[in-house]
């Protein structure tokens, strides 16, 4: 039995209870061995921790050698709630106080300490995790959009440093236009769009997907290196 456990643990990650400010949420924490970075989803309006796109996309990300932590930016009863009314999806402001409190709360926890943290946000997850990342400059090294309203993020677009990659889908005319127009306001002139020929608002296209977590990976590697680096350098001055 301990065998199995163990085996579902490395496959599928552990759960966890975020501490992010006045509540608790659920999360799932994979950690790879010699991860070089931490990547915090930020899922979109009406999804939750088991979105089947994000799980995928933390799967490359473990694959290349970062943990992921997918969480729940709502409670239970909050969920429930927003069911019925679908105000909280959309409370730009709401989500990314829980995201800057799970930032928090990664960089205490242990088996999280001192590495690098990124962001991949969906849809209005996006903004949030731009709003979050303009609030946490030191904290945050980059931060990926797949189909996201970077838009909804508002002036903090303008106080972002973190290097951001956008990525929108070929047939998703007004988001593009969406993040076009947040691509000449993100302060961060080391940020990007790509645009995946094809593919629609969710990428449900043969290999579209795939194409949005190799460039996350990719971004998100790239700019996790030199912080990496410096982690490095300064345990072994530490040592």
């Known amino acids: 039995m301990k065998a199995v456990r163990k085996q579902k643990q490395a496959d599928g990650g552990r759960e966890v209870r975020v501490e992010a400010g006045p509540v608790t949420l659920a999360g799932i ?18 999804s939750s921790r088991f979105s089947p796109r994000n799980r995928y996309v933390a799967g490359v990300l473990v694959e290349n050698h970062l943990a992921t932590l997918l969480f729940d930016l709502l409670t ?17 402001r709401l989500l990314a106080n829980r995201l800057v409190g799970a930032t928090r709360w990664v960089q205490h926890f242990a088996d999280t300490h001192g590495l690098p943290i990124g ?11 731009l709003v979050a990342a303009a609030e946490m400059p030191e904290a945050v090294a980059a931060v990926v959009s797949r189909g996201g309203r970077p838009d909804l993020a508002g002036e ?7 290097p ?3 990525i929108v889908g070929g047939n998703d005319i007004p988001v593009i236009e969406m993040n076009r127009d947040a691509l000449e306001r993100i302060g961060c002139r080391e940020s990007k ?3 995946v020929p094809g593919a629609t608002h969710l990428f449900e296209e043969p290999g579209t997907l795939e194409e949005v977590a190799r460039l996350a990976a990719e971004w998100l590697s790239e700019h996790f290196a030199p912080t990496s680096q410096k982690r490095n350098e300064n345990m072994t001055v530490h040592r």
């Open 29 to 46: 924490l994979r950690i790879p061995e010699h991860a070089n970075g931490i990547v915090l989803f930020a899922h979109g309006s009406g």
């Open 76 to 92: 239970a009863e909050e969920g429930a709630v927003d069911e019925i009314t679908r105000a909280q999806r959309f409370d730009i």
């Open 119 to 129: 962001y991949f946000g969906a849809s209005t997850g996006a903004a949030a995790a």
């Open 156 to 162: 903090s677009l303008a106080v972002v440093r973190a």
């Open 164 to 166: 951001t990659l956008l």
């Open 193 to 195: 769009l790509i645009i």
